[in-house]
């Protein structure tokens, strides 16, 4: 057996095996893939192979994406049969969410080329005669969708591996996995150990035990899922022996189940509540082809609504069932990408729609390695998404969750509530005394709205359809009402968020915004270490700058405020979502001389954000600090006191009022919190919410990762000029934006008025288009309360970022006129923010 290797792919699965494929694609030979049994062996083998294209995450659509042209292309290069069946893919709708979802997604289908058709139940009933098309409102197609043989493509990508120098080494088990003094990784085997520069753990129901051998704890869990495959049926036999198409792969999202052909008869597979996650500490050392024992009394319910709808299921018997183990997240996307706190070990792991991912996955997964960056934005998928708090007792409950889920109508606005409350900021009982209606973001919850006392909505209101699946609303506490509806249209916190906008600027607001990642960087190299890692020019002590880590091609990684306390000392803030993957980023930069240390310290500070015309007088109700215009300008920062207490006062904000975020102690929130509440009562202090925040930051076109800031996106067509100072010496990426700029850019980051909007505003992911032809895409849209206007920010062709441009977007379906109009449309010489 061989002793070196430049990457080490553990796991013989379809995931792992693209991996290595990939690899040796991108032309790395010296690749070796270490399989415990048999290729396939794990959960490959008993999937059902379906490649739904159908995804709502721009990340894992464009993998979905590939993975379906590679797999229709794999024959003809390996010449081994896959068993690719371009049969299409339906999808019903029974309800009007439903429909929103599709039509939203169709938007999203577009802006990546995935062709999506539309079908009235007419036109279903001729493509699937067996289907009763009673109480459907309508269908969605994807032509190019199918199903394939997961244990065909995984043979047919391992010979392709093969053929290009890299090596498979099938019944050989790791051990353990090593660091060695060199800087390598030592992966020891029963059968010799490799030293190698990359190891790649696409372990499926291992990955706990695989991560383990590092000291990573994978956020991953399968669950069960259960398929059901019938005897032929005679009017399926009598349509083959007549030469009829197969009639594709049918979904009946309300009813939580698919279904398609199989053998002459048909397959059906349920996703419903209550399947167990399973090997939550890893499978035995021996499992092989492994499947659990039936529990059709959990499908009953799914199975019946499939009899509705195709009476020929419940016509013939059944010939199998299959229970098998399915990979999953607390969210149900995969995790792929780079290992947090570990060089060059890399993860690919977590599918729980495995086999339609794993061409996608390896593709990117190989650019990263090989390439240094990813060719589309992988945020959606980064392994460093999920924090610290996604253990094992959290993740049996979120993954068992996120699989039942999955034919839920994803509305944007959607809580779920599984493992929650679970992080909370010392002021969270008093925040939900107000009315707080809470979101959750990295564990932490944080107000999205606040509700009126007393507020509820009637069942009418909610409006349940009658389905199988029929949540519209997250659940009430005991003896309380659901106080929002889900929609992607205006919903009922619509006019509330409103009331919230109006009121901070015309009054004060308080927002929590604890969740705030926070860094602190110090030492005798810390000012020179940032000045190369970061775009912009460092701020004199006392000041506060906007600042970016960029990708070396010049596409923006991270954002961050940067507060520089002293010669030698910062403070950093950063989005609350990404605060593993932003401390991730820069450890992973820091010099290894010691000069410079990087302390993670989100827990240890709250964030409590004071904005409004009214917010200077209130906070000098409580502080001898001078917080004039002249001794506390815009974009400076110094430490006060807080009646008793204390806080880093920084003045910005995000939403483009006269303001101060106030870091402090989080032992000191309380009496904080307390005291403002107290002294601004006669002002009109309120709290107020994320997405009232979210409404005035789209009047300041501000900018969010990974929307409008994407490593897809060079830093010059997000717009960030200001903030990417290309004349003042060298920085990480400058090169990269440098010859990004000369090939030409592709896109420009413009502000829209969106025009006709009644009652749907754009999320983001619309198409954009001039005369009939895609120009872009919508990053964000929603009501900007303070003008008055439904707003969309959107990449575009530069050509078409004039001052009036006259645009179409398509938002559910329906065109509206968009017209490219001036950046901050609300007070764009930021009066009041410097007020």
């Given at each position: 057996?061989?002793?070196?290797?430049?990457?080490?792919?553990?796991?013989?699965?379809?995931?792992?095996?693209?991996?290595?494929?990939?690899?040796?694609?991108?032309?790395?030979?010296?690749?070796?893939?270490?399989?415990?049994?048999?290729?396939?062996?794990?959960?490959?083998?008993?999937?059902?192979?379906?490649?739904?294209?159908?995804?709502?995450?721009?990340?894992?659509?464009?993998?979905?994406?590939?993975?379906?042209?590679?797999?229709?292309?794999?024959?003809?290069?390996?010449?081994?049969?896959?068993?690719?069946?371009?049969?299409?893919?339906?999808?019903?709708?029974?309800?009007?969410?439903?429909?929103?979802?599709?039509?939203?997604?169709?938007?999203?289908?577009?802006?990546?080329?995935?062709?999506?058709?539309?079908?009235?139940?007419?036109?279903?009933?001729?493509?699937?005669?067996?289907?009763?098309?009673?109480?459907?409102?309508?269908?969605?197609?994807?032509?190019?969708?199918?199903?394939?043989?997961?244990?065909?493509?995984?043979?047919?990508?391992?010979?392709?591996?093969?053929?290009?120098?890299?090596?498979?080494?099938?019944?050989?088990?790791?051990?353990?996995?090593?660091?060695?003094?060199?800087?390598?990784?030592?992966?020891?085997?029963?059968?010799?150990?490799?030293?190698?520069?990359?190891?790649?753990?696409?372990?499926?129901?291992?990955?706990?035990?695989?991560?383990?051998?590092?000291?990573?704890?994978?956020?991953?869990?399968?669950?069960?899922?259960?398929?059901?495959?019938?005897?032929?049926?005679?009017?399926?036999?009598?349509?083959?022996?007549?030469?009829?198409?197969?009639?594709?792969?049918?979904?009946?999202?309300?009813?939580?189940?698919?279904?398609?052909?199989?053998?002459?008869?048909?397959?059906?597979?349920?996703?419903?509540?209550?399947?167990?996650?399973?090997?939550?500490?890893?499978?035995?050392?021996?499992?092989?082809?492994?499947?659990?024992?039936?529990?059709?009394?959990?499908?009953?319910?799914?199975?019946?609504?499939?009899?509705?709808?195709?009476?020929?299921?419940?016509?013939?018997?059944?010939?199998?069932?299959?229970?098998?183990?399915?990979?999953?997240?607390?969210?149900?996307?995969?995790?792929?990408?780079?290992?947090?706190?570990?060089?060059?070990?890399?993860?690919?792991?977590?599918?729980?729609?495995?086999?339609?991912?794993?061409?996608?996955?390896?593709?990117?997964?190989?650019?990263?390695?090989?390439?240094?960056?990813?060719?589309?934005?992988?945020?959606?998928?980064?392994?460093?998404?999920?924090?610290?708090?996604?253990?094992?007792?959290?993740?049996?409950?979120?993954?068992?969750?996120?699989?039942?889920?999955?034919?839920?109508?994803?509305?944007?606005?959607?809580?779920?509530?599984?493992?929650?409350?679970?992080?909370?900021?010392?002021?969270?009982?008093?925040?939900?005394?107000?009315?707080?209606?809470?979101?959750?973001?990295?564990?932490?919850?944080?107000?999205?709205?606040?509700?009126?006392?007393?507020?509820?909505?009637?069942?009418?209101?909610?409006?349940?359809?009658?389905?199988?699946?029929r949540e519209t609303h997250p659940p009430a506490a005991a003896g309380e009402r659901p106080r929002e509806r889900w929609s992607f249209r205006r919903t009922n916190y619509f006019a509330h968020v409103g009331n919230e906008c109006r009121h901070v600027s015309e009054a004060v607001g308080l927002l929590d915004m604890s969740a705030f990642a926070k860094f602190e960087v110090s030492g005798p190299g810390a000012a020179a270490w940032l000045e190369r890692t970061l775009t912009n020019r460092l701020p004199k002590i006392g000041r506060v700058s906007l600042s970016y880590l960029l990708t070396t091609n010049g596409g923006v990684r991270s954002e961050f405020t940067v507060f520089r306390e002293g010669p030698a000392q910062f403070y950093l803030v950063s989005a609350g979502a990404l605060e593993r993957h932003d401390f991730d980023c820069l450890r992973k930069l820091l010099p290894r001389d010691g000069s410079v240390t990087l302390q993670k310290v989100t827990t240890q500070h709250g964030v409590l954000v004071l904005a409004g015309p009214r917010s200077r007088e209130l906070l000098q109700r409580v502080t001898d600090a001078d917080l004039s215009n002249a001794a506390f300008p815009w974009l400076s920062g110094r430490t006060i006191d807080v009646g008793a207490a204390y806080a880093r006062a920084l003045r910005v904000n995000f939403v483009g009022e006269l303001g101060w975020e106030l870091h402090h102690p989080i032992e000191m929130q309380n009496t904080i919190f307390d005291l403002l509440m107290d002294v601004g009562r006669d002002l009109g202090l309120r709290p107020f919410g994320i997405r009232a925040m979210d409404s005035m930051r789209l009047e300041k076109t501000y900018r969010l990762i990974p929307r409008e800031l994407s490593i897809e996106y060079a830093a010059a067509e997000s717009g960030l000029q200001r903030f990417v100072p290309l004349d003042r010496g060298d920085f990480l990426g400058r090169d990269g934006l440098v010859a990004w700029e000369k090939r030409g850019l592709k896109n420009r980051l413009v502000t829209l008025e969106v025009q006709g909007v009644t009652d749907a505003d754009a999320r983001g992911s619309e198409p954009i288009r001039l005369k009939g032809e895609l120009v872009g895409r919508s990053t964000s849209g929603g009501y900007g309360w303070r003008v008055g206007k439904s707003l969309a920010l959107a990449m575009v062709r530069p050509d078409l970022g004039a001052l009036g441009t006259e645009l179409e977007i398509a938002i559910l379906g329906k065109p509206h006129r968009a017209t490219v109009i001036a950046d901050s449309p609300y007070d764009p010489a930021n009066a009041r923010l410097r007020a």
């Amino acid at each position: 057996m061989r002793t070196q290797a430049r990457v080490v792919v553990i796991g013989g699965g379809v995931v792992g095996v693209s991996t290595l494929y990939h690899l040796a694609r991108k032309g790395w030979r010296d690749c070796v893939l270490l399989e415990r049994k048999e290729l396939t062996s794990g959960s490959t083998w008993h999937a059902a192979g379906l490649l739904p294209l159908f995804n709502l995450s721009y990340s894992v659509g464009q993998l979905h994406r590939y993975s379906v042209g590679l797999y229709g292309e794999l024959q003809a290069e390996t010449g081994q049969d896959v068993g690719f069946r371009r049969v299409s893919n339906i999808r019903l709708a029974r309800t009007s969410d439903r429909w929103d979802e599709y039509m939203f997604y169709k938007g999203v289908a577009e802006t990546i080329g995935v062709r999506v058709e539309v079908l009235t139940p007419a036109q279903l009933k001729e493509i699937w005669p067996l289907c009763n098309v009673e109480g459907l409102r309508g269908a969605i197609q994807h032509p190019d969708d199918g199903y394939i043989q997961p244990a065909d493509l995984t043979q047919a990508m391992a010979k392709g591996a093969r053929e290009r120098g890299a090596e498979i080494l099938r019944y050989t088990t790791v051990l353990g996995i090593e660091r060695t003094p060199a800087g390598e990784w030592l992966v020891k085997t029963d059968k010799g150990d490799i030293r190698c520069e990359h190891v790649v753990s696409a372990t499926g129901s291992f990955a706990r035990q695989t991560g383990a051998m590092v000291g990573l704890d994978i956020p991953v869990i399968p669950v069960e899922h259960q398929y059901i495959v019938t005897e032929p049926h005679p009017a399926i036999v009598e349509r083959r022996k007549r030469g009829l198409p197969e009639m594709g792969v049918l979904r009946e999202s309300d009813s939580s189940w698919y279904m398609r052909e199989e053998n002459g008869g048909l397959l059906l597979g349920p996703y419903e509540k209550g399947a167990p996650a399973c090997y939550v500490d890893g499978p035995s050392d021996q499992a092989e082809y492994e499947l659990f024992p039936e529990d059709l009394d959990r499908l009953a319910p799914h199975i019946e609504t499939a009899i509705a709808r195709v009476p020929a299921f419940g016509e013939v018997g059944v010939k199998k069932v299959y229970n098998g183990a399915i990979a999953y997240t607390p969210d149900g996307g995969p995790i792929v990408g780079p290992a947090w706190d570990l060089p060059n070990f890399w993860l690919n792991e977590g599918h729980s729609f495995g086999v339609t991912a794993a061409g996608g996955a390896g593709w990117q997964l190989a650019e990263w390695i090989v390439e240094g960056e990813p060719t589309i934005d992988m945020m959606g998928v980064d392994p460093r998404r999920f924090g610290p708090h996604a253990t094992r007792g959290y993740l049996r409950r979120k993954n068992e969750e996120a699989y039942a889920n999955v034919f839920t109508v994803h509305f944007p606005d959607e809580e779920r509530v599984a493992t929650r409350p679970l992080k909370r900021t010392p002021c969270y009982e008093r925040m939900k005394a107000l009315g707080a209606v809470f979101g959750s973001v990295y564990g932490w919850e944080r107000p999205n709205w606040f509700a009126p006392q007393g507020y509820g909505l009637s069942e009418a209101e909610l409006a349940k359809p009658d389905t199988l699946l029929r949540e519209t609303h997250p659940p009430a506490a005991a003896g309380e009402r659901p106080r929002e509806r889900w929609s992607f249209r205006r919903t009922n916190y619509f006019a509330h968020v409103g009331n919230e906008c109006r009121h901070v600027s015309e009054a004060v607001g308080l927002l929590d915004m604890s969740a705030f990642a926070k860094f602190e960087v110090s030492g005798p190299g810390a000012a020179a270490w940032l000045e190369r890692t970061l775009t912009n020019r460092l701020p004199k002590i006392g000041r506060v700058s906007l600042s970016y880590l960029l990708t070396t091609n010049g596409g923006v990684r991270s954002e961050f405020t940067v507060f520089r306390e002293g010669p030698a000392q910062f403070y950093l803030v950063s989005a609350g979502a990404l605060e593993r993957h932003d401390f991730d980023c820069l450890r992973k930069l820091l010099p290894r001389d010691g000069s410079v240390t990087l302390q993670k310290v989100t827990t240890q500070h709250g964030v409590l954000v004071l904005a409004g015309p009214r917010s200077r007088e209130l906070l000098q109700r409580v502080t001898d600090a001078d917080l004039s215009n002249a001794a506390f300008p815009w974009l400076s920062g110094r430490t006060i006191d807080v009646g008793a207490a204390y806080a880093r006062a920084l003045r910005v904000n995000f939403v483009g009022e006269l303001g101060w975020e106030l870091h402090h102690p989080i032992e000191m929130q309380n009496t904080i919190f307390d005291l403002l509440m107290d002294v601004g009562r006669d002002l009109g202090l309120r709290p107020f919410g994320i997405r009232a925040m979210d409404s005035m930051r789209l009047e300041k076109t501000y900018r969010l990762i990974p929307r409008e800031l994407s490593i897809e996106y060079a830093a010059a067509e997000s717009g960030l000029q200001r903030f990417v100072p290309l004349d003042r010496g060298d920085f990480l990426g400058r090169d990269g934006l440098v010859a990004w700029e000369k090939r030409g850019l592709k896109n420009r980051l413009v502000t829209l008025e969106v025009q006709g909007v009644t009652d749907a505003d754009a999320r983001g992911s619309e198409p954009i288009r001039l005369k009939g032809e895609l120009v872009g895409r919508s990053t964000s849209g929603g009501y900007g309360w303070r003008v008055g206007k439904s707003l969309a920010l959107a990449m575009v062709r530069p050509d078409l970022g004039a001052l009036g441009t006259e645009l179409e977007i398509a938002i559910l379906g329906k065109p509206h006129r968009a017209t490219v109009i001036a950046d901050s449309p609300y007070d764009p010489a930021n009066a009041r923010l410097r007020a």
